[in-house]
């Protein structure tokens, strides 16, 4: 018994000295002042404009929420195999995601949203797949959070900022109960804090409006998660943290109210004057505390055409995200949330929305 204890104690001991030498590693740092993003002390894009409008402090995305993707559903992992394997490989699919960073980063990209219940691998729906990375009692199975690992610590050493999304619509049963949801926040900030990232936002959950089984993950009251991220501080820092709505739905007062980062969809919404709109519309409401506004999914394109839902954000100084699925009969190239993932610039939709940002942003 002595000996185990003494490997136990062994074994603590390396894991601690990893993270301390991990934590003193990290060199990016965000922060909110006011409505703008702020990255080691300096606004993100710092002095540029585009088409007459600032993009400094803005915080340009795109929907990357299958970054650490899997399905422990037997009857259902068939369907996510690589065209040239026959066979689905989560390991190859964060690998490839880290190894396409640097190209998205090169165009201007600092920012993505990944998932820890991903998003619907068909782009939309729930076909009965089972991807989360807690157990039902809300502690973190170890191989997720180690791909997740590798895309923060990417994110880290490039200077972005990902939009960590904890929960999924469709997923959320796995978890037991309201205390395992509860357990699953605290212990990821535990583990964020402890790996030494500082470079991450929180967005609790997606769509909280859909169709989430828990009570604590429903608009009424997810606001409750946002202020236990917020009062979860760790020597005095807290990570930013918001929640966001189907599209074209303006967040509720008790989440305007409390939310660091007002997080909008713009899927549904055909018209960029409804995007100006939007912003518009949140940033009249008293209870709106001049927060940054930020679109992290829309699916809307058209980014050579007169007027686009981007440029529709950028002109309400609002920051957008491009949400890309494969439509049927598309080739594996074609979008960023169906499974397997293509995490490539290979596409001529990808091309056009990286063009677009490299144009906006003059990229790095």
């Given at each position: 018994?002595?000996?185990?204890?003494?490997?136990y104690a062994a074994l603590l001991l390396i894991l601690l000295s990893v993270f301390s030498c991990r934590s003193d590693n990290k060199k990016t740092f965000v922060e909110i002042r006011g409505n703008k993003f702020y990255i080691n002390g300096k606004p993100t894009y710092e002095g540029k404009t585009w088409q007459g409008n600032t993009i400094e402090g803005l915080l340009f995305n795109s929907r990357m929420v299958q970054g650490v993707f899997d399905d422990s559903n037997p009857s259902t992992a068939a369907l996510w195999k690589y065209p040239d394997t026959g066979r689905w490989d989560a390991d190859r699919n964060t690998n490839e995601f880290v190894n396409a960073m640097e190209e998205w980063?090169?165009?201007?990209?600092?920012?993505?949203t990944v998932n820890l219940q991903g998003g619907s691998p068909t782009g939309y729906g729930n076909n009965g797949w089972v991807n989360t990375a807690f157990e039902a009692d809300g502690s973190l199975k170890k191989k997720y959070f180690t791909r997740l690992y590798r895309i923060l610590n990417k994110a880290d050493e490039l200077g972005m900022v990902p939009i960590l999304g904890l929960f999924y619509f469709g997923q959320d049963q796995e978890l037991a109960s309201e205390q395992a949801v509860v357990n699953a926040v605290d212990n990821t900030l535990d583990w964020l804090n402890s790996a030494g990232f500082r470079n991450v936002i929180i967005e609790i959950n997606n769509e909280c409006n859909v169709d989430y089984d828990h009570e604590i993950l429903q608009p009424g009251r997810v606001h409750e998660l946002i202020e236990r991220v917020q009062n979860r501080q760790y020597e005095g820092y807290s990570y930013p943290a918001g929640v966001s709505y189907g599209g074209g739905t303006l967040p509720g007062i008790n989440v305007l109210e409390t939310a660091d980062v007002i997080f909008l969809h713009g899927n549904g919404v055909d018209n960029p004057d409804d995007i100006r709109e939007m912003v518009r519309r949140v940033k009249v409401i008293p209870e709106y505390n001049a927060q940054p506004v930020v679109f992290n999914e829309d699916d809307h394109y058209g980014f050579d055409e007169e007027d686009y839902n981007l440029k529709a954000a950028?002109?309400?100084?609002?920051?957008?995200?491009?949400?890309?699925?494969?439509?049927?009969?598309?080739?594996?190239?074609e979008g960023y949330q169906s499974v397997p993932v293509d995490w490539g610039i290979n596409s001529e939709r990808k091309k056009a929305f990286f063009n677009k940002i490299l144009k906006i942003t003059g990229g790095f």
């Open positions: 018994m002595k000996t185990l204890f003494s490997k980063y090169r165009h201007g990209l600092i920012s993505f950028v002109d309400s100084y609002a920051s957008w995200g491009y949400f890309d699925y494969r439509r049927d009969g598309e080739s594996f190239e």
